[in-house]
């Protein structure tokens, strides 16, 4: 996938990073020793045949120029301090983290290092396997989601801070911010920005209900989950995570729209009954963050293709019916 947050460098700065983590001894030489793992949306990613033959990641932050948006500062930090309290709280597979560095004295942002996965991405395959094993491996993603979800925090919102004491209130912060991201840059959403403020002011009562700030990953989709052999081997990509409401989970989103496809296998993995009315409203509100997101970073990271923008769009106005709001 390809966006201007994507911070490529030179061979020769790889090299030089690879000898920072791993040592002169281990710097490949040569031709084809690299390629980029195109399809992440965020970050840009390497794979690396070291000079003994073993295979590496690199992951590297976007360049500190890009406009980004308020939620994605940060986002590596976010995503190491994840993986720690992961390895620290559950069994849930994650990658090691080989080496760090947030000096930018080799390349302009921050980057880290981890073991190449030898597996398929459940998001590239899934399409062709027999819907039992996908579901099979849904199932387990529930499960080991469920694990993360356990992993308490001291407060609600950002694993960075601030910190909020109640779940209404760092929703309400966070919906806010996108919202602001899209004002300033001027992103038509086929809706009056303060409709939407008004929308989550309306519903806001029901977010009362979540009284446990939980850890929540958001961005578990299919494609950050890696398989062999019938079983999940790793979940990847952990840079959104936050303390709140574990039905904001990527796998809850089709409980009330058959947009995202089929996770009912995903649900039963997790162990969730049928929602409640007010789980529902949640549930509503969360797409409708997810979808203002989709909208916003189209014009953020430089999309020339409008695909995704269109497509959030129309899932946008169909949500905003589900509230009541219809076009005139």
């Not at 989550?200 to 850890?215: F, I, K, M, W």
């Amino acid at each position: 996938m390809e966006s201007i947050t994507k911070n490529r460098q030179s061979p020769d700065t790889l090299r030089a990073m690879i000898e920072r983590a791993y040592g002169a001894d281990r710097v490949p030489d040569g031709e084809g020793w690299w390629s980029e793992l195109g399809h992440g949306w965020f970050n840009v990613a390497y794979r690396i045949r070291l000079r003994d033959g073993a295979e590496i990641v690199l992951k590297i932050a976007p360049p500190p120029g890009v406009d980004v948006m308020t939620y994605e500062h940060g986002a590596m930090s976010i995503e190491l301090h994840t993986l720690d309290l992961i390895r620290q709280h559950t069994t849930v597979p994650v990658p090691a983290v080989d080496f760090a560095d947030r000096s930018r004295e080799l390349c302009d942002a921050d980057y880290f290092f981890m073991p190449y996965i030898d597996a398929d991405n459940l998001g590239i395959i899934g399409e062709q396997l027999p819907a039992g094993q996908r579901d099979a491996y849904l199932e387990q993603l529930g499960a080991l989601n469920k694990e993360i979800n356990s992993i308490p925090g001291t407060a609600f919102g950002p694993l960075a801070g601030p910190g909020y004491p109640s779940w209404r209130r760092a929703f309400t912060a966070m919906t806010e911010d996108v919202l602001v991201n899209g004002e300033r840059r001027r992103v038509e959403l086929g809706w009056d920005y303060d409709v939407i403020r008004g929308l989550l002011a309306g519903h806001a009562a029901s977010l009362d209900a979540v009284t446990e700030p939980r850890l929540v990953e958001w961005d578990l989709w299919d494609s950050n989950v890696m398989v062999r052999d019938g079983k999940v081997v790793a979940v990847i990509d952990h840079e959104r995570a936050f303390y709140g409401d574990p039905l904001m989970e990527a796998g809850f989103t089709a409980t009330n729209t058959s947009a995202f496809g089929d996770w009912s296998a995903y649900r039963r993995g997790y162990g969730h009954p049928v929602l409640t009315e007010d789980e529902q409203v949640r549930r509503r509100l969360y797409t409708l963050y997810l979808l203002l997101i989709m909208v916003i970073e189209t014009v953020y990271r430089g999309h020339t293709d409008t695909k995704q923008y269109d497509w959030a769009r129309t899932q946008l106005d169909a949500l905003m019916a589900q509230f009541g709001h219809t076009r005139e």
